[in-house]
């Protein structure tokens, strides 16, 4: 088999495998196995093709992943899902307690509990959602 097939193959497997796992190490190593199989079409010598994929593969991994790295583990700037709940306006349906209760958030129905557990909260009050456990809202009253 022809040595630059040979690093093509090495590029496409390491990509592939890189979409699984998305550590960002072997899709650069994918990348650097380009190199080597450019000069092996070429006709380069295995010494030089392996040379050319060490210096490729350590420029990649020492300047590149970092970057991706910090890309990827960026925090998240919207909040999603039961976080989004978080913070909005609530209006109490079944008198909140420490123990039970029922509000609508956003048109939706949840089982709601005190945030303060000494607080009872009327039917036609205004609440803040706290947190969310679970399909539990905590809320404290609005002021």
């Not at 020492?62 to 909040?79: F, G, S």
Request: with cysteine; net charge negative; glycine share 8%.
């Amino acid at each position: 088999m022809e040595m630059w097939l040979v690093w093509l193959v090495i590029a496409v497997v390491c990509g592939v495998v890189e979409t699984v796992t998305l550590t960002a190490a072997l899709g650069v190593l994918g990348l650097s196995a380009l190199a080597p199989a450019l000069l092996a079409a070429l006709g380069a010598p295995l010494p030089a093709q392996l040379v050319v994929f060490a210096a490729a593969a350590t420029a990649g991994v020492v300047l590149v992943r970092p970057v991706a790295l910090r890309h990827m583990n960026r925090p998240q700037l919207e909040r999603f899902g039961v976080d989004a709940l978080v913070g909005k306006r609530a209006y109490v349906l079944r008198e909140v307690s420490d123990r039970d209760g029922l509000v609508r958030i956003d048109g939706e129905d949840w089982t709601a509990r005190s945030y303060d557990e000494s607080a009872v909260i009327p039917v036609g009050s205004t609440v803040d959602v706290m947190r969310i456990s679970g399909t539990t809202a905590f809320v404290y009253p609005r002021e």
